[in-house]
């Protein structure tokens, strides 16, 4: 029977209990992890420096005599011991040392050192380096590879780590399988390769490549694992075709009085959308849909139309969005439309006394909620829905897949899970959405609402704001509303970037004839609101913010946004603040303000909002920018938590991440769990390494 790696860490020499707890809150619970815990960084230590070529700030491997040697007691006691070669001379600097320690660093002793060079009081000098005494006569016995630095944790030193990573590479890396088709990796190194090289990569690899990630052994590793998170994506999706939900048939007499209150037709792209989802709904099983559409396309419309089909039949809709601001603005949107209808919604905020949080859980309870709409205390412990038979996830990119699971788990009854509709008004390129959204069917809704008209949008340097004050001047005397938006609410010494609060101070001050508004994230909700309503009803001109308005404040009489520092800020956010105007029927016109000199990219990102509306060029000129890290988020963000891969730099094995996962779902149902758990970790169930 072929050897196969053990499962348990403490089949590796030198592992107990105690070792074992550190290692796994490092990720690694079976010794194969070891084999994917990459190095953040490497040190040279393959090469002897002369004293006389150190410079200051390399890290080097040096050798010498001790010439010297004492306790000093200046500001505070320290050993010093100056290292000598016949080429120059170092100081060796140690504040924590024993008896002993100074006893081994006596004068004439040989050492080999590897530190920092720094500029010191007397010259260069090392700060508590590694070193060993050498013996008479005994050669330096250098590194035959770069030295790893690993990612580590208290009560793990480095030394401890390599010896159990070296342990893993030599007894079970030549035992580790490779589940990718080998037509898909053509060009790359083979993965055991790939492992040897970037644990022990040789003399003169490169170290600027490594650092940025870009070595064909890195791009190997990117390519798996990139692989492994859309395959965990498209077996969510699998999964989810197999589960049942509530068939929600058509509600066409509430849907008629809907409309018919609007005011106003659904375009084309909303009505193939809700016609999209109405095709779900109908189904036994979990709708898992997401619709894409420009800022203003009308998105919350088509979801409260197919809301109806729940209400309609005696279930539940929840609708969660990131943002308390968000809440609040679906839930006047929500009310507005159903309450004629005589459809009950509950607000649901973590902001709120425990009063009415009781009461709002008794009517979600009871059924008396219909439509429930907050942030993620949709899903806290304590709280039971009645019937949940469809879940709207609003701005997607916001939340994780596990976040919105555990919405989705809170609606199962049974056998049965509610459906999801997913919306972001973040237009994301179809490669990026094809693969890092395989869980979910895409809708997209490509035109705005009739009436509306492209915002003009300009660049003007700090040094014209006061021309900027005239101009909010002339707007509100027109009857109209401004937003003037900052990077920071207060001032910063660290960061030369405008402030909100001084920015409300100098409006103020420069607009007396004018009701100023300021809104920020530190602000209570109900002191938030109470801004907010004050400049929708126009009791407040200008509203000072932060990027809290990013999303959901919906003001048809706002027709100006000012963007300070515009050039620290992403196309996709920007892009998103500009949307906070055009809303209405009026010209609408958006002022990035730069302090320069500019950045060539940030020069480049304003240029392209200064071409184009269209949300979707936005994103794919994003794309080719900056890449997807803009366009998705961060690594953090929840939705992807990657160790080598970075959409911003690996976008381009994403087609070839398509292909592979097709092919792995058609013939390889194994290598398809070995990979996911090999990267992710959904533990044992999940078949081998």
Request: charge should be positive; charged fraction near 25%; hydrophobic fraction near 40%.
């Amino acid at each position: 029977m072929p050897e196969t790696i053990p499962e348990e860490l403490t089949a590796l020499r030198g592992v107990g209990n105690s070792l074992r707890e550190r290692l796994q809150r490092l990720g690694v619970h079976r010794p194969v992890d070891l084999l994917f815990l990459l190095p953040q960084r490497y040190e040279d230590r393959t090469r002897l420096t002369p004293l006389g070529a150190v410079v200051p700030g390399r890290r080097v491997v040096v050798r010498g005599e001790v010439a010297l040697s004492e306790v000093v007691y200046r500001r505070r006691r320290s050993l010093l011991c100056r290292l000598a070669d016949g080429t120059g001379q170092i100081t060796l600097r140690f504040f924590y040392f024993s008896k002993a320690q100074q006893e081994g660093l006596a004068r004439g002793r040989r050492l080999v050192c590897f530190g920092e060079a720094r500029v010191g009081p007397g010259g260069l000098e090392m700060v508590h380096p590694e070193y060993r005494v050498l013996a008479a006569e005994e050669p330096v016995a250098l590194e035959q590879s770069l030295t790893p630095v690993y990612p580590t944790t208290e009560g793990l030193q480095q030394f401890r780590l390599r010896n159990l990573i070296a342990q893993a590479l030599d007894r079970f890396l030549p035992l580790l399988p490779d589940w990718l088709p080998a037509a898909a990796t053509a060009g790359y190194p083979a993965l055991r390769d790939a492992l040897a090289y970037l644990h022990r990569p040789p003399p003169g690899a490169d170290l600027a490549q490594l650092a940025a990630g870009t070595h064909p052994c890195q791009r190997r590793l990117a390519l798996e694992e990139l692989l492994a998170h859309h395959l965990s994506l498209r077996r969510l999706r699998e999964h989810g075709r197999r589960e049942s939900a509530v068939a929600l048939p058509p509600a066409d007499a509430l849907r008629r009085k809907f409309f018919g209150q609007l005011g106003f037709t659904l375009t084309a792209g909303q009505r193939q959308s809700l016609a999209e989802i109405d095709a779900d709904l109908a189904l036994p099983h979990p709708m898992m849909r997401l619709v894409q559409g420009d800022v203003g396309c009308g998105k919350t419309v088509v979801a409260a139309a197919a809301a109806l089909r729940a209400v309609a039949h005696g279930h539940q809709v929840a609708v969660m969005a990131p943002t308390e601001l968000l809440t609040e603005q679906h839930r006047r949107s929500f009310q507005r439309w159903f309450e004629p209808l005589g459809i009950g919604t509950v607000w649901l905020s973590g902001s709120l006394s425990r009063r009415e949080r009781q009461a709002a859980y008794e009517a979600i309870g009871s059924g008396r909620g219909q439509v429930i709409i907050g942030t993620h205390a949709l899903f806290q412990e304590g709280l039971e829905y009645r019937s949940l038979a469809l879940l709207v996830v609003d701005e997607q990119h916001r939340f994780g897949v596990h976040q919105r699971l555990a919405l989705m788990q809170k609606g199962a009854a049974g056998d049965t899970r509610p459906h999801q509709l997913v919306m972001t008004a973040t237009p994301i390129p179809r490669t990026l959405a094809m693969t890092m959204y395989a869980d979910l069917d895409t809708s997209l809704i490509r035109e705005l609402p009739p009436g509306r008209q492209p915002v003009q949008t300009v660049a003007l340097p700090d040094r014209r704001r006061p021309e900027l004050v005239a101009r909010v001047r002339e707007a509100a005397g027109a009857g109209q509303r401004a937003y003037w938006v900052c990077p920071l609410i207060e001032d910063s010494e660290a960061l030369d970037y405008q402030a909100a609060e001084s920015t409300h101070a100098m409006l103020a001050e420069a607009l007396p004839e004018l009701a100023v508004g300021l809104v920020h994230g530190r602000m209570k909700p109900d002191e938030k609101d109470k801004v907010m309503r004050a400049f929708a009803a126009g009791a407040v001109q200008v509203l000072v913010a932060t990027t809290v308005i990013e999303v959901g404040v919906d003001v048809p009489e706002a027709t100006l946004m000012i963007v300070e520092n515009a050039e620290r800020m992403g196309l996709a956010q920007l892009h998103q603040l500009r949307g906070r105007v055009g809303r209405g029927t009026g010209a609408s016109s958006c002022v990035l303000v730069y302090h320069s000199p500019l950045s060539e990219i940030a020069r480049q990102r304003l240029e392209v909002l200064r071409q184009t509306s269209d949300g979707f060029e936005v994103a794919q000129r994003d794309l080719e920018l900056r890449g997807p890290g803009e366009v998705l988020g961060t690594r953090q963000t929840g939705m992807l938590q990657l160790r080598v891969a970075d959409l911003s730099r690996d976008a381009a094995l994403l087609p070839a991440v398509q292909d592979m996962a097709r092919e792995l779902f058609a013939s390889s149902s194994q290598a398809v769990e070995s990979l996911i758990r090999r990267w992710i970790g959904e533990g044992s169930r999940y078949g081998n390494v």
